[in-house]
Nanobody, 126 residues
């Protein structure tokens, strides 16, 4: 019923920038907190940045001052501006929404908890 779709990944040289986007599709009523996570090869998935519906943010220490998370509630979207990229930023980046309220096909309000996108690969070369 609802889907998160990421875009914007790619290959960039160290010091470069990328902007990731994630849009929720479906008959969305509201979305609570949204975030970006990443998983480097051979490592566990980790939180990169998170933003509440009201706009409060928190970041992993490793990206503070370089990455900026933002959202557009009207577009049901979240973004991650990544500057001064480092090789250690390489990984698959996943969009997450902790709770999505949406209109079910039967007309009732339903919720999707802990929704994830399919991921987008970011590769930073040295």
């Amino acid at each position: 019923q609802v889907q998160l779709v990421e875009s914007g990944g790619g290959l960039v040289q160290a010091g470069g920038s990328l902007r990731l986007s994630c849009a929720a599709s479906g008959s969305i009523f509201s979305i609570n907190a949204m975030g970006w996570y990443r998983q480097a090869p051979g490592k566990q998935r980790e939180l990169v940045a998170r933003i509440t519906r009201g706009g409060s943010t928190n970041y992993a220490d490793s990206v503070k001052g370089r990455f900026t998370i933002s959202r557009d509630n009207a577009k049901n979207s979240v973004y991650l501006q990544m500057n001064s990229l480092k090789p250690e930023d390489t990984g698959v980046y996943y969009c997450n929404a902790d709770r999505i309220m949406y209109l079910h096909s039967g007309g009732s309000l339903a919720s999707a908890l802990d929704a994830w996108g399919q991921g987008t690969l970011v590769t930073v070369s040295s």
